[in-house]
C-alpha cells in the first residue's frame, strides 16, 4: 500500500524558487573577475535564471545536454547552476586549473555543446578551440564591453548579452527528480578523468543534509562564503545550501588571497566559510602578520585533505573561530562527515575536544558508511581497527558516466579509496589511502601514520612511505627521507629515533634518503610514482 | 538523461540503525505508565524495535496493515514506530482523548488487525472491544505482570513477552519509498475523522527539514522531550527527527504537569521541548510560583495554536528561553512554518523582535506556500493582505485515506483552512479560518481581530465574532458578548470602545450579550455550533 502524500518530484528549480519567494531580498555578492564587487538578491539571481532559461531555449540546448562551465565563484556561476539544470540540461563544471588537454579531454568526453567561460580564462579557451570541434558557442562571463579580442574564438558570445536579450517570463518544468543535474569530473592519479553526474533528487537531499546543525549549520542568520571553487563538487553543495536555508551568499572570484577574503569577511559580515586547508593555513598566517580578527566569522569548515590540528587550535584559542573538519569526494557530492560534537562531549577538557576536533567527524544521516578488511568483513567501531571506507546512499555514486571504469561498487557500496578507523562514537579518522597501505603479512600497516612520525624527527624536511615487496611478508615498508638542508641523520638514526614510538612491526625495513619527491598538481605525493620507481628496491631484510 | 547516483530508497528503518551505528550509547529515556522511569540507548531501542518486527511477522500481520496505537510517549510507542513502519506494515496512532465511539470508527475504518495499548487505557479498551470485531489482538505495552486482570479483553498479549519471545536477528527490508508507513486521522470539527497515510518519502524528508536550523534545530547536542504526543502527527516528526540527528530523547509518559516536565528537564538536561501553549503557560506559572529556573533548556516549540505574546516574552526575559512559534497541521506531516530570524533582524530592538516572534513563521524549504483570495489569485507579501493558505510538497497530503471526502486539493494545492497575511521577508501570520472569516461586500473581515479587540475591553470575559446573512453585504459581523460577573457595558460602549480601533466597514453590525459560548473539547471556540445559532438572527442594518 502507498501512502498518500503529495507526488512532488525534489528539483533544483525549487530551490531559487524558494529563496525568492521567502528571502527575495537576501543578498548574493560577488567580486568580479573583470573587476569591482557585484551585488543582487535572490529575487534578482532567479529574474536572470529564467532568463538564462529562455535564451538557453533560444540557443536549442536540449534536456540532458551538457553546459560546461570554466568559471569562478561568481553571480553568474550561480545563475548557471540554476538555469542550466532548472530546464533539464546538466551544468558541467570544469576546472580549469587543469592541464589544457585534460580539459580538452573532458569537454569531448562530456560532449559539451557550450561552454562559459570567465574572462579570466580567455587564453586558455582560444588554446582549447581547435582541440574542442564540438563545441558550438563559447560564451564569455560579461558583458559585450569585456568581450576577449581578437577572432581565435569562434562562435563568441557574451553573457550579459545574451540573457539581456530574454524575457523573465518562464515557469520551470517539472520532471523525474533522477533526471542528471550536473557533471563533474574526478582527476584520480591514474588513467582519464572520470565523470560522477549528478540528479536533483541527490542534489536536493544533499542540500538538506549539508544545511543540518550536525552538517554545516546553515541558517538564514548566515552569510555564506564559498572559498572552494564552483568547479570543485559544486563548491560542496554551498550554491544549493543557501538556497534552502535562505543564507546570504558571498562569492570571492578570482581573488583568493588572505587580504581579499578578510575585507569580504568584514563588509559582508561573513559567518562560515568553506575551502581547503592550505587557504586557511595562509588566511592564519595574514590575520597574524597584520594583527587582524574578523568580527563575525563563526566557522571554517575544512575538507579536501586533513586539517592540521595546530591549525585548529590556532583560530579556535586565537580568533574564537570554529575549524569544522568535514570529508567527502566528487562521489559523494561530496559530504559524508562532519564534525561536531555530541552532548557529552561538551563538557570535556580543551586538550579532550582537541582529540575528537582531528578526526574527519560522523557520517550525515543519508550516508551509509562502514569500514572492511581485506576481505570485506565489517571492522569494529573501536577507534583502532582501520580499514577500506565503504559508503553507500542517495548522493552516493552509482556508475561513472558513460559507464567508465565499469562498476565502481563493491556488493553495492562505493570504495572511497580510503583507509580509516572509526570510533565508539562513530567518529571516523582517515589513517591512509587504500593503494598506500601497506599490506604485510595479512596485516594492513599506515603509510601515513609513519611518515607523521618520520618528519617529527628534526633533520627531516618531508618524507615518503611506501610498501615494497618482500618474499616472506608480501610487502614491508621503506621509508624515503629528504633531509633539512645541512642536516645530517642515518638510516641508524632515523630507526632508532621511530622504534620506541610505533609497533615494532610497523618499523620500516629500510630508509633511503633522497633529494626530491614526487607530488601531484595540488601538493599530494605521488605514491605511484614512487611505487613504480622503487619496484625493483631489494630490502636488506628480502 | 538520468544521474548516475545510488537508488536507495528513503526508509524509516534507516533512521533507527544510523542512530543505532553512529549514536549506539545516546539515551532513550521514558517515564512510564506503570510507574518509574526506564532508561536505555539507540542500540537497544533498535534491537528491540527488531525483535518487534520478527514478532510481528510471526503474527503474520503483512504489508500495509494496519497496527493501532494508543499510547503516551514511551519507549515502547517509540518502537512501534519503527518496528511497524520498518517491516512495511502501517503505525496508525489513535488519540485516546476521543470519545470511546469516535475510536471505534476510527479503529474500524482504519481496520487495524492489531492495537497495542497503555495500561492507563485499559478500561477504554474493555469498552472498545465489542464495537471493534475486526481487531485480532489487543497488546498491553506492559510485562506480564501489569497486564489488566479480568476477561473483558480478548486474545491479550503483554508487549514485554511478545518481544522477548523473538529474535533480534532481523534486516530491514528495502521497498518503494512511497509505501505507506502510518497513519493519522484528523478530528475536525464537521463529519467523521479523516486519516493522512503517511509515506517513508514523505517521513525522511520530514526529518531533514525538521532538523533545520531554521526548523527545530536539532543536533547530537540536543535532549529532546515532546510533550506533544505521539499519537498527535507523530510528536510532530520528533521520534524521527531525533533518531537523524542523535538526539537524546527523553518521553514524559501521562504525566504531563509542571512539576513532572521539570523533573525530567533537569534530571535529562533537556534542551528543547515541544507543545501546545495551554501546556507551556501551566509550566510558565508552575517554575513562577516554585521560583524555579530550568538550567539547560533554550528552546521551547510551540505550535497547535498561536502562541500568546506575553508568554513568548516571559519566557525570554525571565528564563533565557527561546519560544519558536510553529505551524502545521496533520496534513502537512505536520510542519509547514517555523519562527527564527533573519540575519537583518538580529541587530533590532526586543520590541521589533516581538512583533516578529508573534508570527507563525517562514516555510520551510519543501513546503510551497500561497495566499489566495476568494478567486484563487495570490495575493502580495506584503503584511497586510489576508487569504486562504494553500500549500504544497512531498509531506502535504494528497488524498484521505480511502478517498474520504474526495480531492481535498484545488488546483494540486492543499487549502490548510487557515487565513493568514504573508510579509515581505517570509513569515506568515494566521488571522483567522477560513470557514470563520467573514465575507462583507467582496471583502474578508477577520473574526479573530475584533476578538482580540473586544476582549481588550475591561468588562468583557469572552468573546465571539461569526458573519451573519445580510441583503446588501452577504454577511456582517455580530459581535457575542460574556460579561464578566458583575461588570456591565452596554452595546453602545462595546461599538463605542472598538470604533476608532478598526476599519469602520469592520465595526460589528450588532453586538449581544450572553452567558456562554460553545467550545470545542480542546477548547476552541466552536463557531459552527454558534452560526447555527445565529443563522436567523435578524440585523439592525438588514
Not at 512532488?8 to 564587487?37: C, K, N, Q, Y
Not at 536549442?60 to 569562478?72: I, K, M, Q, S, Y
Not at 575549524?323 to 555530541?342: D, I, R
Not at 645530517?488 to 619527491?517: C, G, H, N, Y
Request: charge should be negative; proline fraction near 6%.
Amino acid at each position: 500500500m502507498l501512502g498518500q502524500m503529495m507526488n512532488m518530484p525534489l528539483l533544483i528549480s525549487s530551490l531559487i524558487r524558494h529563496a525568492d519567494e521567502f528571502h527575495g531580498d537576501t543578498e548574493i555578492v560577488s567580486r568580479l573577475p573583470e573587476g569591482g564587487i557585484h551585488r543582487y538578491t535572490y529575487s534578482d539571481a532567479h529574474r536572470r535564471s529564467r532568463q538564462l532559461a529562455n535564451a538557453l531555449g533560444a540557443l536549442d540546448v536540449r534536456n540532458g545536454e551538457r553546459v560546461g562551465t570554466l568559471a569562478w565563484n561568481t553571480h553568474r556561476h550561480f545563475e548557471i547552476y540554476y538555469g542550466v539544470s532548472g530546464i533539464g540540461a546538466v551544468c558541467h563544471t570544469i576546472n580549469p586549473r587543469l592541464f589544457p588537454e585534460q580539459i580538452a579531454y573532458i569537454i569531448n568526453h562530456a560532449e559539451d555543446s557550450h561552454v562559459c567561460f570567465d574572462i579570466t580564462f580567455a587564453a586558455l579557451v582560444e588554446e582549447l578551440v581547435p582541440h574542442c570541434p564540438g563545441v558550438k558557442r563559447w560564451i564569455a562571463l560579461c558583458g559585450r564591453e569585456h568581450l576577449p579580442k581578437g577572432d581565435k574564438i569562434p562562435n563568441l558570445l557574451a553573457y550579459e548579452d545574451l540573457i539581456n536579450s530574454h524575457s523573465d517570463a518562464y515557469e520551470w518544468p517539472e520532471f523525474d527528480e533522477n533526471t542528471a543535474s550536473s557533471l563533474c569530473y574526478t582527476s584520480g592519479t591514474t588513467g582519464n578523468p572520470k565523470g560522477v553526474l549528478f540528479s536533483h533528487r541527490s542534489t536536493v537531499l544533499h542540500a538538506y543534509a549539508a544545511a543540518l546543525p550536525d552538517g554545516l549549520n546553515l541558517s538564514a542568520r548566515d552569510s555564506v562564503l564559498p572559498v572552494v571553487p564552483m568547479f570543485h563538487v559544486n563548491a560542496w553543495g554551498l550554491p544549493y545550501s543557501v538556497a534552502l536555508t535562505g543564507a546570504k551568499f558571498v562569492l570571492p572570484g578570482a581573488q583568493l588571497d588572505g587580504n581579499s577574503l578578510c575585507e569580504l569577511f568584514e563588509s559582508e559580515r561573513v559567518t562560515l566559510s568553506a575551502g581547503v586547508p592550505t587557504i586557511w593555513l595562509s588566511l592564519l598566517q595574514h590575520l597574524q602578520a597584520k594583527g587582524l580578527k574578523p568580527s563575525t566569522v563563526k566557522t571554517l569548515v575544512i575538507g579536501g585533505s586533513a586539517a592540521p590540528p595546530a591549525l585548529i587550535r590556532s583560530f579556535d584559542e586565537q580568533f574564537g573561530i570554529t575549524v569544522v573538519h568535514a570529508w567527502g569526494m566528487t562521489e559523494m557530492s561530496p559530504l559524508g562527515t562532519a564534525n561536531t560534537f555530541k552532548q557529552k562531549h561538551l563538557a570535556l577538557s580543551a586538550a579532550e575536544k582537541d582529540k575528537i576536533r582531528v578526526k574527519q567527524g560522523r557520517p550525515l544521516y543519508g550516508v551509509q558508511l562502514k569500514i572492511v578488511d581485506g576481505e570485506g568483513k565489517e571492522l569494529p567501531h573501536d577507534g583502532k581497527a582501520f580499514g577500506d571506507v565503504l559508503v553507500r546512499g542517495p548522493w552516493i555514486v552509482a556508475s561513472y558516466y558513460k559507464g567508465e571504469g565499469g562498476n565502481p561498487l563493491r556488493d553495492g557500496w562505493f570504495p572511497t579509496g580510503d583507509v580509516a578507523t572509526l570510533d565508539a562514537d562513530g567518529y571516523m579518522q582517515i589513517t591512509d589511502r587504500s593503494k598506500d597501505v601497506i599490506k604485510s603479512g595479512g596485516e594492513w600497516i599506515s603509510s601515513i601514520d609513519i611518515e607523521n612520525l618520520a618528519v617529527a624527527h628534526p633533520s627531516v624536511a618531508e618524507a615518503a612511505v611506501i610498501g615494497v615487496a618482500h618474499p616472506k611478508w608480501d610487502e614491508r615498508p621503506l621509508l624515503l627521507v629528504i633531509r633539512k638542508p645541512g642536516m645530517e641523520v642515518t638510516r641508524e638514526q632515523m630507526l632508532e629515533f621511530m622504534r620506541d614510538k610505533i609497533a615494532k612491526w610497523w618499523l620500516p625495513d629500510d630508509v633511503v634518503f633522497v633529494d626530491s619527491l614526487p607530488h601531484t598538481a595540488t601538493g599530494k605525493l605521488l605514491k605511484t610514482k614512487l611505487r613504480e620507481q622503487f619496484h625493483d628496491y631489494r630490502l636488506p631484510t628480502a
